[in-house]
C-alpha cells in the first residue's frame, strides 16, 4: 500500500505488440476515478518512474525466451496477486504461431545474418513459468472490462470473466449468423465479453478470448467441416490464438482444445 493508503499496481510488457497496454491507457482516460483508487508505481509505455514495491502484477505479452522466466519469477516474487493482460500472456496468443515452423527458421527468417544475436524459444503464457491469479483476455483486451476487473480486485471479487459463448452475445445484439452468410466462425466455443464485437462487424471471431471450460469441441469441428473447411483449414483457425494449448492436449494425446 502507498502512504495514502491505495493500493500499488504495476504492469509489465514481455513479447506482444503492446496493444493491451495501449487499451489500458485509453481505460484510464475515460475512467480517470480509478487514479482515485489506485497508484500506478510502474507502467513503461505510460510513465518514466519505476517503482518495485507493489501488490498487484498486470502482464502483457508471452514469455519467448529463457531469460524472460527469471523475470517473470521476480515479478511473481514482488506481487501478491499476478494477472495475465491479454492474450499473449493468457494464452500464449498469436506469437505462439512461431511454434508450428522449425524454430530455426523463424528465427532465420526476423532476424536474418544476425539470427544468431538473438534468445528465442517458443512462446507461451505467462502461466506456463508462473501462478497466475487471473487473466483479462481478449486481443487487445476490452477497456470496460479491464475497468471492471480492477473494481472486482479492489473488493475482493473474483474477476468478471464470463464462461459463455460469443454466441449468446451475438444472439442478444440480433446479429444474422455468420454461418447463415457463407461464412465461419469459433463463436460457439469461445468466451464472451467482448460484446461480440467481431460478428458485428461481419468478421469471424477467432477465438482472441479463449474457450469457454468446456467447449462441445466435437460439435464445432463438425460444423466447420459441413461449412467445406478441411481438416488443414480447421487446425489453422483453432490456433490462430491457441497454439501453445492445442499443442499441449496434443502431447497428451488429445486432439481437442
Ligand atoms: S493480446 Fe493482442 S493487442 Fe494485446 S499485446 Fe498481444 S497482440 Fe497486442
Ligand atoms: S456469427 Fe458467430 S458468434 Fe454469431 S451466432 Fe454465428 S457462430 Fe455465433
Ligand atoms: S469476437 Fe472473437 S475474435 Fe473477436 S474480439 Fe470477440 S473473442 Fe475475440
Known sequence: ????????????????????????????????????VVDIVQFREAMSEKGEDYLVAFIEGSCTRESDEERLRKIREQASIVIALGACAHLGGINSLKALHPLEDVRKYVYGDKADWYETYDARPIDAVIKVDG????????????????????????????????????????????????????GPITRAGCNAICPTYGASCEGCRGYITNPNDDSMREVLAEAGLSVDEITSIYTMFTTYQVQQKMKQGKETV
Open 1 to 36: 500500500m502507498s502512504q495514502n493508503g491505495k493500493p500499488k499496481i504495476a504492469f509489465f510488457d514481455f513479447t506482444c505488440c503492446e496493444g493491451c497496454q495501449l487499451t489500458v491507457i485509453d481505460s484510464l482516460q475515460t475512467h480517470p476515478e480509478l487514479l482515485d
Open 135 to 186: 487473466e483479462i483476455p481478449g486481443c487487445p483486451i476490452d477497456r470496460d472490462e479491464f475497468i471492471a476487473c480492477v473494481k472486482a480486485l479492489l473488493m475482493g471479487k473474483k474477476l468478471p470473466i464470463p464462461d459463455y459463448p460469443v454466441c449468446v452475445e451475438c444472439k442478444l445484439k440480433e446479429n444474422v449468423c455468420l454461418f447463415k452468410k457463407g461464412k465461419v466462425c469459433l
